[in-house]
């Protein structure tokens, strides 16, 4: 995560436009970028947090980043579609700030 978040494994302009809403062609915008959720607030806007999460077959996992803070929070689960995956993601993202 560190390597992404450097601009290290891609270059800076990529990893920004990884991480930039998709917007549409009458105007509105999608909370994804190219393959990661874009976490918005209350109001819509987006607060600088992304994810990405996956299932398959008995096992799902979570990508979840702050790159302002440099943090990445990163799980694996023996569980298939596991609940809340994104909710447990941001929880241990809060605890990091504390």
Not at 5 to 25: H, W
Not at 79 to 87: F, I, K, S, Y
């Amino acid at each position: 995560a560190a390597s992404f978040i450097d601009c290290k494994l891609v270059s800076c302009s990529t990893t920004q436009t990884i991480l930039t809403e998709v917007r549409l062609k009458n105007g509105d915008t999608v909370n994804y970028g190219f393959g990661w959720a874009v976490i918005e607030d209350a109001t819509g806007h987006p607060t600088g947090e992304y994810f990405h999460g996956g299932s398959s077959p008995g096992a799902s996992g979570m990508l979840y980043i702050v790159p302002s803070r440099r943090l990445a929070v990163v799980f694996l689960t023996n569980l298939e579609d596991a609940p809340d995956r994104v909710d447990v993601a941001r929880a241990i993202a809060r605890m990091g700030a504390q």
